[in-house]
């Protein structure tokens, strides 16, 4: 045996228990094993970095942080030591350092084919595309295969994709372009995900000449000939024609693909785009619109049970001829396929393109032949519910009295109950067609209650759900229905438990984030949202990490175009506004329910992970709104529906709240960092001040900078408040809840908030005057205002379900502003006691801790803000109390007695189950409101001078 085996064999055998320590979870036995091995040598990396490990997962990262960037200096090329290392700066979160390990390494060893494939991966994790380019280039010099090399290109595409725009046309992916032709000229495109490469990179550089080159020759007819991508390449080549403006080109491929797969949607919509554009640009072609309609024709001749042909002819007719030629051939299609549950779906498009009069006619007409036809199955349930569904959307079911209104819902109820021994043998599991009966009279309940404003409908409404829910518990309709209603009253926790059974995880999270986001704390469910906010916030924070690795196993396998769809689905996650919006209410509802002494605030401001204010003050308009608003289903007419006005302001209104919300956390921060001379933790390692301490000038710089940013986008979005005008009827069940600003105005948080920084800049610049004084008297001045608002709607409103969620959320900013306005008083006590470094401190003579001479004056002015702020929170919990007290005396089984003329035992039972839920819903919120509320009564007790 040689000697370095020998060696290497007895470095294996001292290290194999420090392992199984590890493994076992035993680390404080790992670290002493450890430091067995180090006694004997001192020098081992791979033993040093193993004791790293150890110390990491006891608590001990800095001691660990030493030795690891001691080892680090000593760039280890040994293999155990630097899997070990990968492992310790994982779990430090500092993946640069891997880099740097692997840097080391290569330049050590750089014939080292191992180390620069680590050394490109690890790039790869931190987005680093230049410096992966020049990675996968050195690795070609090593190790002449083609995945190397393609690896360099793809880095080249992902700067495109990424970088400059103006840069990718005109440097990366010309670049990227040359490198495939040079290996497409010595005949090395071996692959077929190179020739995809190629393919891609054409794509973004919009060159659909060369790519149609590509497509048409022998790499693209060697691509074709797999099965896996025979659709790809028949798909680009339209696609690309298409972007060409070839029309002619894409009806043939279109007519091609048709022959083949008579039933393929996306062929009949290009084929039938091309014969508009050949026919308006009144070129001479085979593919004219008289023979489109022959080819169609004849397709429902040979495929009569393909949806695909019927709907074509639709198409056809509405783009190319008259709309008035629909209404028999609408009443065709539905004879076709009306037992099929997507038919309304398919119809609804071409409806909406008849004016009320035919679409009357045309639902008088289906309703005339279908409606008195018996129903035995459930193809006959799918028809009578697309008849129904048809009827809404043609406004059959609107502007009706309330009586009708009521006997309409009746009759949905009663198809509802005749069709249920049809569905009874169904598993739970599936989705039953009768439950759109309820969903409809639901939605019919909704704008009676709405109306009307009478309780009786909205019991009616969610004992109706539940009822369909016990039979059908996998219905998402049902529930998300039941969800908005729920949040509309205030019931929180029974929103919640229905929230947890749809099992919305992952993607959903953002996109369905809009059910139920902020809802939770407007209910005073604060535990609840500060939960829900955590878990949706995990969903962006782990997005880098869990896409990486898919991102590196991509590379590895060389899917290509699937690292680009990634990335999109980085970015889109990325600049997603509900990231924004629920981080920033995480860390509100953190400093809300975690403190109840000023250091706890203190410690907790200290760790709140803030975003540099220059960076998203720029990347504001970059926000994105991934809300998905078609999952609630919806029949109502064009006119009545959501609308992509009503969608879009709702989105600015989002924005402009979240970013006032955020403003106003980053200068509570900035604020407290200036009274107690300090930087977030989370910056006190960091290197860029060079170990220099923030002098309290640039505190007390970006405390005004904040300010002055907070005071200039509130007035924004006051200005766009009292422009707006309310909407002249309810919203669609489907319209997303967003915070009214004008509410959120009444409440006085912002305008509080804006006076208690002021005072206390003031303070920091030794402004003692009259002045300084006035406003620190008249801090609670906007608190009491919001305080008689909400006084006067428990008076008048409190019975009213329709406005209870209203009342609590204004309870829920009011306690909020009281926690808040905390937080700055104690910022101003330690300012008056000469924290942040105050101008020329002479202390009184009570030494540390007393007011410094030079604020003796503000005595009586700190004490009457003090005081100002505890009779606020006294009046607060006086009308939570008081609110408390109304809605349990108004009780809702008094609601039940008017639920329905004919409500049946069932639905009786329901509602009583429903009243239950709401009112420990009620108990639970007044219970956390008012144990929030005497913390914080506390927290202001001490701060007493």
């Not at 009478?454 to 059908?472: D, H, V």
């Not at 989370?682 to 005071?711: F, H, I, R, Y």
């Not at 406003?775 to 909400?790: F, R, T």
């Not at 009281?818 to 020329?840: E, H, M, P, Q, T």
Request: aromatic content about 6%; glycine content about 4%.
């Amino acid at each position: 045996m040689s000697r370095h085996s020998a060696e290497n064999s007895v470095a294996e055998r001292r290290l194999r228990p420090i392992y199984d320590w590890l493994d076992n979870g035993n680390n404080k036995k790992a670290l002493q094993e450890a430091d067995k091995v180090l006694k004997k040598q001192p020098d081992f990396q791979c033993c040093r970095v193993l004791k790293c490990l150890a110390l990491i997962r006891l608590g001990k990262e800095g001691e660990a942080e030493v030795i690891l960037n001691k080892v680090l200096s000593e760039s280890p090329v040994d293999e155990g030591a630097l899997q070990a290392m990968t492992i310790a700066w994982r779990e430090l979160q500092q993946p640069g350092k891997i880099c740097q390990m692997y840097e080391g390494a290569a330049k050590k060893e750089p014939q080292n084919e191992e180390f620069l494939t680590h050394l490109f991966m690890s790039y790869v994790r931190l987005g680093e595309y230049k410096k992966q380019q020049l990675a996968a280039m050195n690795l070609y010099k090593v190790a002449t295969k083609n995945p190397y090399y393609f690896w360099s290109v793809m880095s080249l595409v992902l700067q495109a994709v990424e970088g400059d725009p103006a840069l990718a046309k005109t440097v990366h992916l010309p670049l990227a372009h040359k490198m495939v032709q040079k290996m497409e000229t010595s005949g090395k495109l071996e692959q077929e995900q190179e020739v995809l490469l190629y393919i891609l990179i054409l794509e973004l550089k919009e060159d659909w000449k060369s790519g149609l080159a590509v497509l048409d020759g022998p790499l693209g007819i060697k691509l074709a000939k797999s099965a896996s991508y025979r659709n790809f390449c028949l798909a680009k080549r339209v696609e690309f024609h298409l972007a060409s403006e070839d029309w002619e080109e894409v009806a043939k491929l279109s007519r091609e693909e048709l022959d083949r797969l008579p039933d393929q949607w996306s062929a009949y919509t290009q084929f039938i785009s091309a014969v508009k554009e050949l026919k308006d640009k009144e070129v001479t072609s085979t593919f004219t619109a008289e023979e489109a309609e022959e080819f169609i024709l004849s397709q429902q001749t040979s495929h009569p049970a393909m949806r695909g042909p019927w709907l074509a002819q639709l198409e056809l007719v509405s783009t190319l001829q008259s709309t008035a030629l629909l209404p028999p051939l609408i009443l065709t299609y539905f004879s076709k396929f009306s037992t099929k549950p997507v038919t309304f779906s398919d119809l609804a498009k071409y409806l909406a393109m008849l004016n009320t009069n035919q679409q009357q006619e045309l639902v008088t007409q289906l309703a005339s032949q279908y409606s008195d036809q018996p129903i035995n199955n459930i193809g006959d349930i799918c028809r009578d519910v697309n008849l129904v569904q048809l009827s809404r959307l043609c406004g059959n079911m609107t502007n009706l009295s309330t009586t009708k209104m009521e006997e309409e819902v009746t009759r949905l109820l009663a198809k509802y109950n005749s069709v249920q021994h049809i569905v009874t043998d169904m598993v739970s599991t599936d989705l039953r067609p009768p439950d759109n009966y309820l969903v409809l009279a639901s939605h019919l309940l909704w704008d009676m209650w709405n109306t009307t404003k009478e309780e009786k409908y909205f019991m009616q409404c969610t004992a109706l759900l539940y009822t369909g829910l016990s039979t059908s518990p996998s219905n998402w309709q049902m529930k998300l229905m039941l969800i908005k209603l729920l949040n509309v009253v205030g019931a929180g926790a029974v929103s919640y438990s229905l929230h947890s059974s749809l099992d919305i995880k992952h993607l959903m999270l953002d996109t369905l984030g809009w059910l139920l986001g902020r809802q939770l704390s407007f209910s005073g469910q604060l535990g609840l949202a500060s939960q829900h906010a955590s878990q949706t916030v995990k969903l962006y924070n782990h997005v880098n990490k869990d896409t990486a690795d898919h991102i590196i196993t991509a590379f590895r396998s060389g899917t290509f175009y699937q690292i680009r769809d990634i990335y999109k689905l980085r970015n889109r996650l990325a600049t997603s506004h509900h990231f924004l919006t629920m981080d920033t209410e995480r860390q509100l509802l953190d400093l809300l329910l975690e403190t109840s002494i000023h250091t706890q605030a203190v410690q907790m401001v200290s760790y709140l992970e803030l975003a540099d204010e220059a960076k998203d003050s720029k990347d504001w308009d970059k926000r994105k709104d991934n809300r998905d608003m078609n999952t609630m289903a919806s029949w109502d007419p064009t006119d009545l529906g959501l609308t992509k006005e009503m969608v879009d302001t709702s989105f600015q209104t989002e924005l402009l709240y979240s970013r006032t919300r955020q403003l106003l956390l980053k200068t509570i921060a900035s604020a407290v960092y200036l009274s107690e001379d300090m930087v977030p933790i989370k910056e006190t390692n960091s290197s860029t001040s060079n170990g220099v301490a923030p002098t309290s000038t640039s505190l007390a710089t970006n405390l005004t900078d904040l300010t002055s940013s907070l005071q200039s986008h509130w007035s924004t979005c006051c200005q766009v408040s009292s422009a707006s005008t309310p909407p002249a009827r309810h919203l669609p069940p489907k319209a997303p809840s967003t915070p009214s600003l004008s509410s959120y105005s009444q409440s006085g948080q912002v305008a509080t908030m804006l006076d208690m920084l002021g005072v206390a800049s003031r303070i920091h610049q030794v402004q003692v005057d009259t002045q300084t004084k006035e406003m620190m008297e008249g801090c609670s001045k906007h608190l009491v205002l919001g305080l008689e608002a909400l006084a006067s709607k428990i008076d008048t409103s409190s019975s009213k379900l329709l406005e209870r969620g209203e009342i609590l959320e204004q309870v829920v900013w009011l306690l909020e502003s009281v926690g808040l306005s905390a937080i700055l008083c104690g910022v101003v006590l330690s300012l008056i006691r000469g924290g942040g470094g105050a101008k020329g401190g002479k202390k009184g003579k009570k030494g540390k801790g007393a007011v410094q001479q030079q604020f003796s004056e503000l005595v009586n002015s700190y004490t009457s803000m003090l005081g100002g702020l505890q009779e606020v929170a006294s009046k607060l919990l006086e009308l939570t109390e008081k609110l408390e007290a109304n809605i349990s005396a108004e009780s809702l089984v008094t609601n039940m007695s008017g639920l329905a003329v004919d409500a049946d035992e069932i639905l009786a039972n329901e509602a009583g189950e429903v009243v239950k839920k709401m009112e420990k819903s009620y108990t639970e919120s007044f219970y956390q409101i008012k144990t929030i509320l005497k913390n914080k009564q506390n927290y202001l007790s001490f701060l007493r001078l």
